[in-house]
């Protein structure tokens, strides 16, 4: 149900708040191989993380598309692939049933906090490509999740609209105060992920460092009753890096104005081939989740 509120103080108020919550959008995310589809180049794409939680891990590769190819990008089978820590120890992942996804075949495994991390790809015909080594962040919990009204601002009737059965999901978490940290969010809503572009979540510590801050979901609306988990990363650099402009590129794709994709280089090279373009970030991130349902405010 929406309500409208017309020209008062209250009214510009909400203006102000709306610029904060912005609208909801409706684009949806291509998947990283597609985002650079239509290059003249075909490129090695590699997805995939590992965490401080024990859980299954799983890493895509495949191959971007040609230019005015009208086929998705192609999986990449028979591939040697492991997470090594710097001290040594292996973790190897074993191709699914799914051509082109790879699983760890230890399902204990788990990173550990400060340690260091790397993947290793090696193909068939021996080519070696490997990530840059990176350390697995403490993640601070999340303290709160709670639930606020959407408001939009309507301009042309110049008035603010209340959904009251709408809603935004909030959290608060505390941030740890020293060194800068780099952030990420996944929303699922009744075990599904949002696969738009807006609802890449990013932030850095840069203005609350040390700080308890909060962060409103505004690019996905939400139901009464949805059920929800919240995912909150700590990511490195290189990653808050890489995610910004993947999220810029997809965001923009199809605007009037937008300029082509431009490869978006992530943290992976071809040992034998520096100069290969990879495409893809292999994430080593601290993780911690919430979950909840979304109760009428």
Same mark, same amino acid.
């Not at 009744?190 to 890449?200: D, T, V």
């Given at each position: $149900?929406? $309500?409208?509120i017309?020209n008062?103080l %209250?009214?510009?108020?909400?203006?102000?708040?709306?610029?904060?919550?912005?609208?909801?959008?409706?684009?949806c995310?291509?998947?990283i191989?597609?985002?650079?589809? /239509?290059? =003249?180049?075909?490129?090695?794409?590699? #997805?995939?993380?590992?965490?401080?939680?024990?859980?299954?891990?799983s890493?895509?590769?495949?191959l971007?598309n040609?230019i005015?190819s009208?086929?998705?990008?192609q999986?990449?089978?028979?591939l040697?692939i492991?997470?090594?820590e710097?001290?040594?120890?292996?973790?190897?992942?074993e191709?699914?049933?799914?051509?082109?996804?790879?699983?760890?075949?230890?399902?204990?495994f788990?990173?550990s906090v400060?340690g260091?991390?790397?993947?290793?790809?090696e193909?068939?015909s021996?080519?070696m490509?490997?990530s840059?080594?990176?350390?697995l962040k403490?993640?601070p919990?999340?303290?709160?999740?709670y639930y606020r009204?959407?408001v !939009?601002?309507?301009? =042309?009737?110049?008035?603010i609209?209340?959904y009251?059965d709408?809603f %935004?999901?909030s959290i608060?978490f505390?941030?740890?105060?020293?060194?800068s940290?780099?952030? !990420?969010?996944?929303?699922?809503?009744?075990?599904?992920?949002?696969?738009k572009?807006?609802?890449?979540?990013?932030?850095?510590? +840069?203005?609350f460092?040390g700080?308890l801050?909060?962060?409103?979901?505004?690019?996905?609306t939400?139901?009464?009753?949805?059920?929800i988990i919240? +995912? +909150?990363f700590s990511i490195?650099?290189s990653?808050?890096e %890489?995610?910004?402009?993947?999220?810029?590129q997809?965001t923009?794709l199809?605007?009037?104005?937008?300029?082509?994709p431009?490869?978006? #280089?992530g943290?992976? +090279?071809?040992?034998q081939?520096p =100069?290969e373009?990879?495409? /893809?970030?292999?994430?080593?991130?601290?993780?911690?989740?919430?979950?909840? !349902?979304?109760?009428?405010?």
């Amino acid at each position: $149900m929406l $309500m409208l509120i017309k020209n008062t103080l %209250f009214s510009f108020f909400y203006k102000s708040l709306f610029l904060i919550f912005c609208h909801f959008l409706f684009s949806c995310e291509p998947k990283i191989e597609n985002i650079f589809s /239509g290059q =003249d180049d075909v490129n090695l794409v590699v #997805e995939g993380e590992i965490n401080n939680l024990s859980e299954p891990y799983s890493i895509k590769i495949s191959l971007s598309n040609a230019i005015n190819s009208p086929d998705p990008g192609q999986t990449i089978s028979g591939l040697q692939i492991f997470v090594e820590e710097q001290a040594g120890d292996k973790v190897y992942f074993e191709e699914t049933a799914e051509k082109g996804v790879y699983a760890t075949n230890d399902t204990t495994f788990q990173g550990s906090v400060s340690g260091i991390y790397h993947l290793n790809i090696e193909s068939k015909s021996g080519e070696m490509y490997q990530s840059t080594p990176q350390i697995l962040k403490n993640v601070p919990s999340i303290d709160t999740l709670y639930y606020r009204t959407v408001v !939009r601002f309507f301009p =042309d009737i110049d008035s603010i609209g209340f959904y009251e059965d709408k809603f %935004f999901a909030s959290i608060q978490f505390k941030d740890q105060p020293g060194e800068s940290e780099y952030y !990420r969010w996944k929303l699922f809503v009744n075990g599904k992920y949002s696969e738009k572009a807006e609802s890449i979540y990013l932030e850095n510590d +840069q203005l609350f460092n040390g700080k308890l801050k909060t962060i409103v979901f505004s690019s996905d609306t939400l139901e009464e009753n949805d059920e929800i988990i919240i +995912q +909150q990363f700590s990511i490195s650099k290189s990653s808050y890096e %890489f995610w910004s402009l993947l999220k810029t590129q997809a965001t923009n794709l199809g605007t009037p104005f937008s300029p082509p994709p431009a490869l978006i #280089e992530g943290n992976i +090279q071809n040992l034998q081939n520096p =100069d290969e373009i990879i495409i /893809g970030h292999f994430d080593v991130n601290g993780k911690t989740f919430i979950e909840g !349902r979304v109760i009428k405010p």
